[in-house]
């Protein structure tokens, strides 16, 4: 099994903000992360990572181990990105070839990312196994 970070309300980024984490844009992306918070910040930044990759008493120390991102650094915050919120929940349900978590993992996932739903006042699609 995986790990999921605590749901959380974090601070907004604008609704309308573009999502683009993969490419040239996920390493500025990650590396601004890092950088801000050290790899707690990654954590916060995704919905899931690898334990398997875990330190001794930190998060993983590979930008591999995390998966799902829905937040970004902009203005020194870590921000959720709505974009980001719905993408990780579509690729969660299967869009794109779905994610390779373990399946004990998913309906947790799926419960943090709806609480963002929630932050964004969106209505939570529906979850099945």
Known sequence: MGRVPESHHSPKAPEDREWSWHG???KSKTDALIEHGGWH???EAHAWYDPDADTEHDPPHEKGAYKLPHHELLDG???VVWNGVRS???VLL???GGVDIPDGDRK???RH???HYGQFDKDVPDYSD
């Open 77 to 79: 915050r870590v921000k």
């Open 108 to 110: 947790e996932v799926y």
């Open 94 to 96: 299967g869009a794109r």
């Open 113 to 115: 990312l709806a609480v």
């Open 24 to 26: 040239t844009a996920e």
């Open 88 to 90: 990780a929940m579509q």
């Open 41 to 43: 910040a990654m954590v």
